[in-house]
């Protein structure tokens, strides 16, 4: 190897020799050979240090579900399959909600749901629709808000079943009405809507 060097070494200087170049411009040769050799080094080590960088898989992740059975007073009872984050009113509503007069009273609609749990809604009890029609009709003052019942909400004028819900889902998850104007808060009551119903509640 040394030998192999030192031939090489000879055969440079006899080269060099015989370019007939001055001391200075034989340096200047010299140092821009080493100038080439170590650019080209420098590209060649970089080239190889880079390695492509592969982007690992991104897992989709299915949405998390939990399966419950809605049963009772709601006007699609079976099995559904909703998200684990959902509440008991969500569950409802997935049955296509309660059905008029339904008892939703003893429900904590704000609870959040268990896999596998069954949801029971109480119905409108059997023989209360004739009793009410066969006894002649009271005449009621306002009903309170903070007690009244989903059926007494469907009751009032201009509420229907659904805003009757929407009325006592917001008093399940916020807590008492603190005035009468707060049934302005809940989606659907304006104040034509409000105008109508404040002489007939009270809290």
Same mark, same amino acid.
């Given at each position: 190897?040394?030998?192999?060097?030192?031939? =090489?070494?000879?055969?440079?200087?006899?080269?060099?020799?015989?370019?007939?170049?001055?001391? +200075?411009?034989?340096?200047?040769?010299?140092?821009?050979? =080493?100038? &080439?050799? =170590?650019?080209?080094? @420098?590209? !060649?080590?970089?080239?190889?240090?880079?390695? !492509?960088? #592969?982007?690992?898989? &991104?897992?989709?992740?299915? /949405?998390?579900? !939990?399966? +419950?059975? *809605?049963?009772?007073? *709601?006007?699609? /009872?079976?099995?559904?399959?909703?998200?684990?984050?959902?509440?008991? #009113?969500?569950?409802?509503?997935? @049955?296509?909600?309660?059905?008029?007069?339904?008892?939703?009273?003893?429900?904590? =609609?704000?609870? #959040?749901?268990?896999?596998?749990?069954? #949801?029971?809604?109480?119905?409108? @009890?059997?023989?209360?629709?004739?009793?009410?029609?066969?006894?002649?009709?009271?005449?009621?003052?306002?009903?309170?808000?903070?007690?009244?019942?989903?059926?007494?909400?469907?009751?009032? /004028?201009?509420?229907?079943? *659904?805003? @009757?819900?929407?009325?006592?889902?917001?008093?399940?998850?916020?807590?008492?009405?603190?005035?009468?104007?707060?049934?302005?808060?809940?989606?659907?009551?304006?104040?034509?809507?409000?105008?109508?119903?404040?002489?007939?509640?009270?809290?």
């Amino acid at each position: 190897m040394n030998e192999t060097l030192k031939d =090489l070494q000879d055969r440079l200087t006899d080269w060099f020799d015989s370019l007939h170049f001055s001391r +200075v411009q034989k340096r200047s040769l010299v140092i821009v050979a =080493l100038i &080439v050799c =170590l650019i080209s080094g @420098a590209l !060649v080590f970089r080239g190889n240090s880079q390695s !492509v960088a #592969i982007a690992p898989p &991104v897992a989709i992740s299915a /949405p998390q579900l !939990v399966t +419950v059975d *809605v049963a009772g007073g *709601v006007n699609k /009872p079976g099995v559904y399959s909703i998200a684990t984050s959902s509440r008991v #009113i969500d569950a409802i509503n997935a @049955a296509g909600g309660a059905k008029t007069g339904a008892d939703l009273s003893d429900i904590n =609609l704000a609870r #959040i749901v268990k896999d596998g749990e069954q #949801i029971y809604v109480t119905p409108v @009890a059997v023989g209360s629709k004739s009793a009410a029609t066969s006894m002649p009709a009271k005449k009621v003052g306002p009903i309170n808000i903070n007690r009244a019942s989903l059926r007494e909400f469907d009751s009032l /004028p201009g509420i229907g079943p *659904v805003l @009757a819900m929407r009325i006592f889902t917001y008093r399940k998850v916020y807590g008492p009405f603190t005035s009468i104007e707060d049934l302005q808060k809940v989606s659907g009551i304006g104040s034509a809507k409000f105008a109508e119903l404040k002489s007939k509640v009270r809290v």
